[in-house]
C-alpha cells in the first residue's frame, strides 16, 4: 500500500486549498524535482490551522529540511514569534534561507544545523509546538523529550506515523524505520500525559495535545 488517501480526493483537497503562494509552489516544485519529502500542501494546511487555534508562538521543528513545514508554521505564528528549525545538511539550511527571505519570515526562523533532539535539549524551554519529522528509526525517544518540552495545552504534532500502510498488520518490511513508527505510535497513545489522535491526510499526521 503506498496511497492513503485517494488521490482523486487529494487532488479535489489540493484544488481547495490553493492560494497561488509562489514560494510556497516554488518549495513543492523543487520537492519533485528532488524527490525530496516536504509535508505537502494538505499537512501545511492543517499545520496552520493548529498553530493558529492555540495562537502558538514558539514552536520547535525536529527535522526541517529546506523549511517547507517552516514556512506554514512561521505564517500562521505571525510576527514577532519563533520558530527554531534543526537540520543536518548545510546546502537545506542554505535554500531555507532563500526560501523564507522571500517569503518575509526568515526574521522569525532561528536553524540549528545540529542533531535534532540533541538541538532541542540544548535549547530547552518550554514551546507551544513541538514537530517531529526526523529519521524515524528516532521517533520512539521524542514522545518522552516532547512531553517534557511542551506547555500543558500544547501539540505535538509528528508526520508520517502512517508509513506508507507499512504500520498495518501484514505490511511490516522489517525496516528499522517501520519499527520506529510502530513503537512510537504504541508509546504515544499509552502516554498519560497527551490525548493523542492521527490525521489521516497523506501519510498520516499524529496531533497530540500535551495534558
Ligand atoms: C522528511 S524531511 C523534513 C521535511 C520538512 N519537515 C518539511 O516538511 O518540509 C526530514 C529532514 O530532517 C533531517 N533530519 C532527519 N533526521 C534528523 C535528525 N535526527 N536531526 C536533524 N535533522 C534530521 C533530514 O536531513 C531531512 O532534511
Given at each position: 500500500m503506498t496511497e492513503i488517501v485517494n488521490p482523486r480526493i487529494e487532488e479535489y483537497l489540493r484544488r481547495r486549498y490553493d492560494d497561488g503562494d509562489p514560494v510556497r509552489l516554488e518549495m513543492e516544485?523543487?520537492?519533485?524535482?528532488?524527490?525530496?519529502?516536504?509535508?505537502?500542501?494538505?499537512?501545511?494546511?492543517?499545520?496552520?490551522?493548529?498553530?493558529?487555534?492555540?495562537?502558538?508562538?514558539?514552536?520547535?521543528?525536529?527535522?526541517?529540511?529546506?523549511?517547507?513545514?517552516?514556512?506554514?508554521f512561521a505564517r500562521a505564528a505571525g510576527p514577532g514569534s519563533s520558530v527554531h528549525c534543526t537540520e543536518l545538511a548545510e546546502d537545506n539550511i542554505r535554500l531555507a534561507e532563500g526560501f523564507l527571505t522571500r517569503a518575509a519570515v526568515w526574521d522569525r526562523v532561528t536553524y540549528h544545523r545540529q542533531e535534532a533532539t540533541a538541538a532541542l535539549r540544548a535549547a530547552g524551554g518550554t514551546?507551544?509546538?513541538i514537530y517531529n519529522d526526523i529519521d524515524k528509526d528516532g521517533y520512539p525517544a521524542v514522545v518522552e523529550l516532547a512531553h517534557a518540552h511542551l506547555r500543558p495545552g500544547g501539540l505535538f504534532i509528528t508526520d508520517n506515523v502512517l508509513w506508507?500502510?507499512?504500520?498495518?498488520?501484514?505490511?511490516?518490511?522489517?525496516?528499522?524505520?517501520?519499527?520506529?513508527?510502530?513503537?512510537?505510535?504504541a508509546r504515544l497513545f499509552a502516554h498519560r500525559g497527551f490525548l493523542t489522535s492521527i490525521n489521516p491526510t497523506r501519510d498520516g499526521v499524529a496531533v497530540a495535545l500535551r495534558l
Open positions: 516544485e523543487m520537492a519533485r524535482a528532488r524527490r525530496f519529502p516536504i509535508v505537502g500542501p494538505l499537512v501545511g494546511r492543517l499545520l496552520e490551522v493548529l498553530t493558529r487555534s492555540i495562537g502558538a508562538r514558539r514552536i520547535f521543528e525536529l527535522g526541517s529540511g529546506y523549511g517547507y513545514s517552516a514556512l506554514h514551546w507551544d509546538i506508507s500502510g507499512r504500520v498495518l498488520d501484514g505490511e511490516d518490511d522489517g525496516k528499522p524505520a517501520t519499527a520506529g513508527v510502530k513503537e512510537f505510535t
